[in-house]
């Protein structure tokens, strides 16, 4: 596929830098060149040479979205928005490419979470997110990709404990919620896959593999792969935020199944290599 047939929402967020480097000739938006909240800013776009939107968009502010404002943002960028997509997926037949969250689910299952598991969002964020990707299964051509944890050019949990590595700040860091790590490297690979693969379409998790981990434990391993010979002290998660009003409730598993993606031909690199590699980029940066 051409990448200059592929247009990128949010392509200055996370995830958008990284598929914009996979695709240099994608056409980009930031959410001042194309508001996708906006169904004049949406009917005013070119769209006679888009064959694949990349929604890379949304309103990620977990705790933010608990407030009054944050909430309208989130509704609008994560739900709304995602229903003017699929329009205009629709109507030009084009194919349209959208994340789903960890967050769709409680977090209550034992073991990994597969895609067709039912949801059962917390948090107000959650909830606009699980309703956006409802609407985004109504476009005729889709792959919505559920991620977790993600880590990329942007503020992320990697770069806030490398950042208090470096300060020789000792982190207390909940231990009773686990994942794995997703590098929108590897995220970005995973969503080329799909373009240029094909597989049926649908719903597909994607992560990093490798052993899941709570977020001391990767809190631990940074610390070890940096070089900062500090203490990780382990908090539960209740503990953690009954300080903390007004945050939003998180899942304790956040697990995902990658059987089906990798029954396509796509094994996802184990998030250790990558952490390596984020690392070793963020130390020299
Ligand atoms: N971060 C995680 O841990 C995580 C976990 C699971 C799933 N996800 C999902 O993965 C996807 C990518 O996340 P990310 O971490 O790359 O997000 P991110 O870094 O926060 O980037 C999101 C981008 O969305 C853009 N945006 C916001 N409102 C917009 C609007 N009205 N119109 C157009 N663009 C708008 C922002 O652009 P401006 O900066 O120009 O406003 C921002 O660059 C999202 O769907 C997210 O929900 C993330």
Same mark, same amino acid.
């Given at each position: 596929?051409?990448?200059?047939?592929?247009?990128?929402?949010?392509?200055?967020?996370?995830?958008?830098?990284?598929?914009?480097?996979?695709?240099?000739?994608?056409?980009?938006?930031?959410?001042?060149?194309?508001?996708?909240?906006?169904?004049?800013?949406?009917?005013?776009?070119?769209?006679?040479?888009?064959?694949?939107i990349i929604n890379a968009s949304a309103y990620?502010?977990?705790?933010?979205?608990?407030?009054?404002?944050?909430?309208?943002?989130?509704?609008?960028?994560?739900?709304?928005?995602?229903?003017?997509?699929?329009?205009?997926?629709?109507?030009?037949?084009?194919?349209?490419?959208?994340?789903?969250?960890?967050?769709?689910?409680?977090?209550?299952?034992?073991?990994?979470?597969?895609?067709?598991?039912?949801?059962?969002?917390?948090?107000?964020?959650? &909830?606009?997110?699980?309703?956006?990707? %409802?609407?985004?299964?109504? +476009?005729? *051509?889709? $792959?919505?990709?559920?991620?977790?944890? @993600?880590?990329?050019?942007?503020?992320?949990?990697?770069?806030?404990?490398?950042?208090?590595?470096?300060?020789?700040?000792?982190?207390?860091?909940?231990?009773?919620?686990?994942?794995?790590?997703?590098?929108?490297?590897?995220?970005?690979?995973?969503?080329?896959?799909?373009?240029?693969?094909?597989?049926?379409?649908?719903i597909y998790n994607i992560t990093n593999e490798?052993?899941?981990?709570?977020?001391?434990?990767?809190?631990?391993?940074?610390? &070890?792969?940096?070089?900062?010979?500090? %203490?990780?002290?382990?908090? +539960?998660? *209740?503990? $953690?935020?009954?300080?903390?009003?007004? @945050?939003?409730?998180?899942?304790?598993?956040?697990?995902?199944?990658?059987?089906?993606?990798?029954?396509?031909?796509?094994?996802?690199?184990?998030?250790?290599?990558?952490?390596?590699?984020?690392?070793?980029?963020?130390?020299?940066?």
């Amino acid at each position: 596929m051409e990448g200059s047939k592929i247009l990128i929402t949010g392509a200055n967020g996370q995830l958008g830098r990284a598929l914009a480097k996979i695709y240099p000739k994608a056409i980009k938006a930031d959410s001042a060149e194309l508001d996708i909240t906006s169904p004049e800013a949406l009917r005013n776009f070119d769209w006679s040479s888009v064959e694949i939107i990349i929604n890379a968009s949304a309103y990620t502010d977990v705790d933010g979205a608990e407030t009054p404002e944050g909430e309208k943002l989130a509704w609008a960028v994560n739900d709304r928005a995602v229903g003017n997509l699929v329009d205009i997926a629709n109507r030009n037949n084009l194919l349209l490419i959208h994340i789903a969250t960890d967050y769709d689910f409680d977090g209550t299952k034992n073991g990994s979470y597969k895609e067709d598991d039912p949801v059962n969002p917390l948090s107000k964020y959650a &909830k606009s997110k699980s309703e956006g990707s %409802k609407k985004a299964s109504q +476009a005729a *051509k889709k $792959y919505i990709i559920r991620t977790a944890w @993600v880590i990329g050019d942007g503020k992320n949990f990697v770069r806030t404990m490398l950042d208090l590595g470096k300060r020789g700040v000792a982190p207390t860091v909940v231990a009773d919620q686990i994942g794995r790590p997703t590098f929108t490297t590897e995220l970005a690979k995973g969503i080329k896959f799909l373009i240029d693969n094909k597989p049926p379409y649908g719903i597909y998790n994607i992560t990093n593999e490798g052993d899941p981990v709570s977020w001391a434990d990767l809190t631990r391993e940074i610390f &070890k792969q940096a070089g900062y010979d500090l %203490k990780v002290i382990n908090t +539960a998660t *209740k503990e $953690y935020f009954a300080s903390k009003p007004g @945050v939003a409730p998180r899942p304790l598993n956040s697990v995902l199944d990658l059987a089906k993606i990798e029954a396509t031909g796509f094994t996802p690199r184990d998030w250790r290599e990558d952490l390596r590699e984020y690392i070793k980029k963020e130390i020299s940066r």
